[in-house]
């Protein structure tokens, strides 16, 4: 193992969701909540969305950027997804980690493989976020703006991957049973998740 990982004394949550889930509302009540989790900001070779900024959802870099970052090593894991890469910076991660922090981290499914082997078992907690069935998360992106067959059908495809990752989780938080149902339960996943921080 990684001689920077030998002395963990943190614990990673990870959240996986399909898009449109929810999961930002649900972390970012679980943030005013437990204002010391830290949550980590993410590389990507993506494009900035509208009402994004550069440092907060993610650090915006260039493709070249980011090739170079995992040449030097500067990742703790990164994935290409949908055709951007994203990825995890050691020097965002590992600091809060040898602290004793509890850090969340949204990442998705390749990345997550990637950390299982990284990581000690005891020290990750994987969440995943169930939405309801594809029929719900494209009846809600059809009510929120018009969006082409070709959009949705990219959504369609992101959303089998997406929901792949399933399996690995070891809470499956339901919000499809409303928010207060949601918040409640990933309060209860954080609040395990600190009694394993030491
Ligand atoms: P989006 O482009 O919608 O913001 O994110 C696309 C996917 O990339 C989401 O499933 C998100 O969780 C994942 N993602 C975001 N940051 C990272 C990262 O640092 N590493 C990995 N492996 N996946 C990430």
Not at 108 to 116: H, P, R
Not at 165 to 173: F, G, H, R, W, Y
Not at 185 to 190: G, L, P, Y
């Amino acid at each position: 193992m990684d001689t920077e990982l030998s002395d963990i004394k943190g614990h990673v949550v990870v959240v996986m969701a399909p898009m449109g889930s929810g999961k930002g509302t649900i972390i970012a009540n679980t943030l005013k909540n437990h204002p010391d989790v830290y949550q980590t900001v993410s590389c990507t070779s993506r494009a900035m969305r509208p009402g994004e900024i550069d440092g907060h959802q993610y650090h915006f870099v260039t493709k070249e950027e980011f090739d170079h970052k995992i040449s030097t090593g500067d990742f703790l894991e990164w994935a290409e997804f949908a055709g951007n890469k994203y990825g995890t910076l050691k020097s965002e991660i590992l600091p809060k980690l040898a602290e004793g922090k509890l850090v969340l981290v949204e990442i998705e499914l390749q990345g997550v493989e990637q950390l299982l082997k990284l990581l000690p078992r005891d020290h990750m907690t994987i969440t995943y976020i169930e939405a309801g069935g594809w029929e719900v998360l494209r009846a809600r992106a059809e009510a929120r703006a018009p969006i082409s067959e070709e959009e949705l059908s990219a959504r369609h495809t992101r959303f089998l991957i997406e929901q792949s990752s399933k399996p690995m989780a070891d809470v499956i938080i339901d919000n499809s049973a409303g928010m207060e149902t949601s918040f409640k339960q990933f309060d209860h996943v954080i609040e395990e998740a600190y009694k394993k921080c030491n």
